[in-house]
């Protein structure tokens, strides 16, 4: 099974399907405000999984230096029609599963920090090996900043439940699940770590320093159509998002929980 053929499948309609979205701007404008309070004009940062480089080509806009690395080269192959020419920006493929087989140029970079942002990290079933590898590569005090969807997402029991499909109601529920984007595409193995598993498999290396959800009272995105259809609804929606998104203790139940971390 080849990660990379999975997600190949989604590159066309991604940035239609959801980063166009107003649920996904919307969400997506919360995790960058956590990148601007750490990454600054001149900075090197790493990105993991950075799928079509809409976050990438947000730093290199604000002067960071990003090498935004996916395993999707359908995925890549989009990225650089996105970002164009724009020189802050370096692309390298990078498989998370077999770090140690990955391009040499991302051995000898010390990076300012680095981040992950909705979800590649679930295609892991340990983290302690990308916490190794990451702690190598980033100077210390850096952040490095990781969204992943949560165990406990409050919308799919929910949501699903009330519709009567038991099985996505229950899917984050279970120790693995599969995600198969497309017939023709081989399904990929989907785990939902809890914050205190990632803090765990972090901890040797970095301080966990904040904790807040992404998507808790926004759907996730196979219910985005149904909540956009109803501008008043999304609107109460994303104030309440606003107001209690920052309580860490909340965060188990969003859809995703956006984890940061520092060097030690």
């Not at 969400?27 to 480089?53: I, N, Y």
């Amino acid at each position: 099974m080849n990660p990379s053929q999975a997600f190949d499948p989604l590159a066309p309609t991604y940035d239609d399907t959801f980063t166009h979205s107003p649920i996904g701007q919307y969400l997506r404008a919360q995790v960058h405000k956590r990148l601007d309070r750490h990454f600054r004009a001149g900075d090197h940062v790493l990105e993991l999984g950075c799928g079509t480089g809409e976050d990438a080509l947000y730093l290199a806009e604000r002067g960071v230096h990003v090498t935004a690395t996916d395993v999707s080269e359908a995925m890549l192959e989009a990225a650089r029609a996105k970002t164009g020419d724009n020189p802050s920006i370096t692309f390298a493929n990078l498989d998370l599963r077999s770090l140690s087989t990955n391009d040499y140029r991302l051995a000898t970079r010390n990076f300012s920090g680095a981040f992950s942002n909705f979800g590649p990290l679930n295609c892991l079933d340990d983290w302690r090996p990308l916490a190794a590898w990451l702690a190598g590569r980033v100077k210390p005090e850096g952040i490095v900043g990781l969204g992943i969807m949560s165990p406990l997402c409050l919308w799919e029991p929910l949501w699903h439940g009330l519709h009567g499909d038991y099985k996505t109601a229950t899917r984050r529920w279970r120790s693995t699940t599969t995600f198969q984007p497309d017939g023709a595409a081989e399904p990929i193995s989907v785990r939902y770590p809890t914050i205190h598993r990632v803090t765990r498999d972090f901890t040797p290396y970095f301080q966990r320093t904040h904790v807040q959800g992404i998507g808790l009272f926004l759907p996730p995105s196979d219910v985005f159509g149904v909540i956009e259809q109803r501008p008043r609804l999304m609107n109460t929606l994303m104030n309440l998002e606003s107001r209690f998104m920052r309580y860490g203790i909340l965060a188990p139940f969003a859809d995703h929980y956006w984890i940061e971390f520092q060097k030690r």
